[in-house]
C-alpha cells in the first residue's frame, strides 16, 4: 500500500439519523506521535464506543491488566470504551522513538457482534498485512476525506458495516498464510477503488505488472476479464444504492465509479436490460421521484 504518511483528522456529526443510533463513525485520521507525551488510560476517559487502530511506522505499546503487547508495523488493536488497559508512546522523550498510525472510531449497537467475535478469534492485538481488505478500505476512507469529498448521509454507516465485515472474515476465515497472489491483490484493489478515477493501468502500476500479463491471470482464475469484474462490483453498490437510498441517479454514477449518468445508464442497461430509474422504480416500496 502506497502510504506518504500525510497526517490528518476527520470528525463526523450525526444530527437526528438512524445511524447516529445504531452504526456510526467518530472520526478517523492518521498521527504521528514523536518526542511526546502520549499516554491513555481507556478507564478513566470520558468516551464512549470502540477503537481500532493500526500501526504504519514506528511503534507503540498496548497494555492489558497481564502483559504488554508491542504495536509495530502492521499490528493493530481493538477495543471498547471503558476499558481495562492504555495505549501509548514507550520513551516518549527518547530521540528519534515514533509511533504512526491510522485510527477510526465509531459506536452503536450494531458494532457489538462484531467485536465481540473479534476479540474472541483474536483477541485484542491482531496483525494484518497492509492488503488485508479492511486496511485497504480504512487508507481509501482517509484519503478520501484527505482529497475534500464529503460523504453523503448514512455513507459512513454502509462503509463502517463493510469495513467490519471485511476484517472479521479476514479472521474468521483467514486465507492462506502465504503472500497473497496476484490476482487476489488486484480483485481487492477493485474492491477498494472502484469509486475513484483510476484505471486499471494505474492498477497494473502498483501491482508491478504488466496490464496484459495481470488481465490473462485475472481471467484464467476468476473467469472474468478485469472489466467485467470491475464493472460488477460498480453495478452491485449501485444497485444497494438505488434501492435503499434516495440518492439522485447522477450522484450515484459518480459515487460507484461510472463517471457521467448516461455512461451510467448505458452500461446498467446493457447488463441489467432496464435504465436504473426502471430499476429503483420496480424495487422501491414506493416511487422515489426526487431520485431521478
Known sequence: MDMNFETGFFGFIHINTIAENTLCIQDLGLEKRQNEKYYYNNKNRDYEGYLFQYTLDGYGIYRTSDRDYKLTKDKAFLLSFPDEGSYFLPDAEASGNHWT???????????KPFFNRIRELAGPVMNLDAQNPSILLLNELFHTLKSGKQLEPYEDSEWLFRFLAALLRSIEFPQDKNPPSLVD?????IQSRYALPQSLEDMSRELGVSLS????????????TLIQYLTRIRLEHAMSLLIDTDIPIHKISEKCGFGSRNYFSKVYKKVLHMTPEEYRRQHSVTEKSQGT
Open 213 to 224: 500479463h495481470l488481465s490473462r491471470q485475472f481471467h484464467k482464475q476468476k473467469g472474468v
Open 101 to 111: 498510525f491510522l485510527f477510526i472510531h465509531f459506536k452503536g449497537p450494531a458494532v
Open 185 to 189: 491483490a488486484a480483485a481487492c484493489w
